[in-house]
T-cell receptor, first 112, second 111 residues
Framework: DGGITQSPKYLFRKEGQNVTLSCEQN?????MYWYRQDPGQGLRLIYY???????QKGDIAEGYSVSREKKESFPLTVTSAQKNPTAFYLC???????????FGPGTRLTVL | QKEVEQDPGPLSVPEGAIVSLNCTYS??????FMWYRQYSRKGPELLMY????GNKEDGRFTAQVDKSSKYISLFIRDSQPSDSATYLC???????????FGPGTRLSVLP
């Protein structure tokens, strides 16, 4: 099955710890994205990557970091510098000639 | 003013009703429009994709774009309890540009 996988589904972190969220896609898409979703708010773009070894900051990049070493993978690290990290994190990708985005199932991060 | 606005709801309708979900936007350059359905604690799934103005139909779903009014709509006919979800609109100005998402409208279809 083609699609986007995210792991883990639930993640708990203590304050002051860095955590890394995994995102993998087998759709052969060039572009990948990380969003944050909070109750009552739209999806906010954290980082995006249009091609391997290149990525750009989105609207709320502070306290986050990413890497894009492989086309299939776009991990997101939530650092201790992120002041309010508890949220639902969504990874997406697009490509294949259509300007639409396909989402993974999400990771819910809770800071204890 | 937010770039994309949606009534957050919740919107409750009886089973079988026609549902109308709407987004307004401020950027007249938007020309790619998407509707996503998101079940609780799941990732959004793409429902409809429309380029520029006009209507697009897919089964029980119809997407309308009125660029002159900066207004898009999603109609759901013969609504079912399984349609209960949050509906997000998204849009972009040109191919490859990042999308702007609305906050979503929560819909409940009551059996």
């Amino acid at each position: 099955d083609g699609g986007i996988t995210q792991s883990p589904k639930y993640l708990f972190r203590k304050e002051g710890q860095n955590v890394t969220l995994s995102c993998e896609q087998n759709l052969n898409h060039d572009a990948m994205y990380w969003y944050r979703q909070d109750p009552g708010q739209g999806l906010r773009l954290i980082y995006y990557s249009q091609i391997v070894n290149d990525f750009q900051k989105g609207d709320i990049a502070e306290g986050y970091s990413v890497s894009r070493e492989k086309k299939e993978s776009f991990p997101l690290t939530v650092t201790s510098a992120q002041k309010n990290p508890t949220a639902f994190y969504l990874c997406a990708s697009n490509g294949g000639g259509a300007d639409t985005q396909y989402f993974g199932p999400g990771t819910r991060l809770t800071v204890l | 003013q937010k770039e994309v606005e949606q009534d957050p709801g919740p919107l409750s309708v009886p089973e079988g009703a026609i549902v109308s979900l709407n987004c307004t936007y401020s950027n007249s350059a938007f020309q790619y429009f998407m509707w996503y359905r998101q079940y609780s604690r799941k990732g959004p799934e793409l429902l409809m994709y429309t380029y520029s103005s006009g209507n697009k139909e897919d089964g029980r779903f119809t997407a309308q774009v009125d660029k002159s009014s900066k207004y898009i709509s999603l109609f759901i006919r013969d609504s079912q309890p399984s349609d209960s979800a949050t509906y997000l609109c998204a849009m972009s100005a040109y191919y490859g540009q990042n999308f702007v998402f609305g906050p979503g409208t929560r819909l409940s279809v009551l059996p």
